[in-house]
């Protein structure tokens, strides 16, 4: 899957929860600056959640890795309170990886796993009820 298509399916995942009423995450356009691209970190997408938590998520379709300042930006969502992940989509398989406030990303593996049927936002939730840590 290319990262332009597995962006495309996050989007309908995005659009899924909006209409649930669970969730407000858009993609985040490539930024301006005076007519000409700017260079600084961004995610793919950026929005809020039911109840009003900030969420920031990256999404990596294959061996995808995250920029230097992809990472800061993620950890900083995090040092906030907010929901930080990395989205990715590797081998047909779908995972959701926290980034902490250190800037430290989950590798995936099977506790990080969406199941199918799941949207990035349940297989979150499903996740932070079964950890005794709060979630970063």
Known sequence: MTGAEWEAQIARE?????DAGRAAVFRV???????????GPKVDFVGCLEGGQHVALE???EGGTLSRGQRLLLAHTSRLGGV???YRSVGGERHLCPVSAAGVMTRKSDAT?????????????????????ECF
Do not use: D, Y
């Not at 995005?14 to 909006?18: I, V």
């Open 84 to 86: 930080a992940l990395v």
């Open 29 to 39: 356009p490539t930024h301006m600056f005076g007519g000409h691209p700017w260079g």
């Open 59 to 61: 999404a990596k379709a």
């Open 113 to 133: 796993r969406v199941l199918s049927g799941e949207t990035w936002l349940c297989a979150w939730i499903r996740r932070c009820s079964h950890t005794e840590t």
């Open 14 to 18: 995005n659009q899924e929860l909006h």
